[in-house]
């Protein structure tokens, strides 16, 4: 095999190109947008509504809300109304440290599936069900087009869920040396370079799992050899030439020729 083959491409298959990196960073950030748009505009729509509870409008007309608001007109509507805005801006909370990542703990352990082992595809559930319950009622400009925003961009994480599934937190990693190698030429030319150099230092970092056994005989030649080394193999059958410089260069030792030197008679 010709040492051009053995030169790895650019990237492997398993990191992501630049536009996908690119394009998952940028979903995240509208993400995060709408859902703080929706905090907004339900703090907003409930504080009106708590207003309209306690001035209550004096008309006789027969309604189902209470006027100026989205509060129903029946036992305990205005609990679970205020009880539904207060769920909601508590679930914005959360998706928004979701999309941070951040405290890491406490998505690995207690809420897995918004944590970084599982993709996309929750978190634009839970987007597109907020945004269904917000549009469910009557609500404002500002509400209406801050839940329409959250519904598209949920529709988009379910896709990019359904494509990528579990790497797709993995493919926008920011902090990530793989995603951002990918960027430039320039970066994949030196994630390349990299990637020689750490597979060289691979087999290096192995060395100490392998037993070695002391021998304290002085006639042994061989103080450290594996114990696995069978008798007659001390030298894996590589030699002294190419092949067993080749083999003690890929577990990180250098054989170096002895400089020459005359006997001491000869002096």
């Not at 690995?108 to 597109?128: D, K, M, R």
Request: glycine share 6%; net charge positive.
């Amino acid at each position: 095999m010709s040492p051009a083959a053995n030169i790895k491409p650019f990237l492997p298959s398993s990191r992501p190109s630049g536009p996908v990196f690119i394009a998952l960073n940028v979903l995240r950030a509208l993400s995060m947008i709408a859902l703080i748009l929706v905090f907004a505009s339900n703090t907003a729509t409930m504080v009106s509504d708590i207003k309209a509870i306690k001035n209550p409008a004096t008309d006789d007309d027969d309604c189902d809300y209470i006027e100026y608001s989205s509060v129903p007109d029946q036992i305990g509507g205005a609990f679970w109304s205020i009880l539904n805005r207060i769920f909601i801006l508590f679930e914005c909370i959360l998706l928004v440290m979701s999309e941070i990542g951040w405290p890491r703990r406490l998505f690995e352990y207690y809420i897995p599936s918004l944590g970084p082992a599982y993709g996309l595809g929750c978190l634009g559930v839970f987007q597109a069900l907020i945004g269904a319950q917000v549009l469910s009622h009557y609500c404002d400009l500002f509400p209406q087009v801050s839940s329409w925003i959250l519904f598209i961009v949920g529709c988009l994480n379910i896709l990019a869920g359904i494509f990528l599934r579990e790497k797709a937190k993995e493919k926008r990693l920011i902090f990530s040396w793989e995603n951002v190698s990918s960027l430039t030429p320039q970066t994949r030319m030196a994630a390349t370079a990299w990637d020689m150099v750490s597979e060289k230092r691979k087999p290096s970092a192995k060395d100490p799992e392998t037993n070695l056994s002391r021998h304290n005989t002085t006639a042994s030649d061989t103080p450290l050899v594996p114990d696995r080394t069978t008798p007659g193999a001390k030298f894996g059958g590589f030699g002294f030439g190419k092949q067993g410089e080749k083999a003690a260069a890929e577990r990180g030792w250098k054989i170096s020729r002895p400089t020459d030197a005359l006997p001491r008679y000869a002096i």
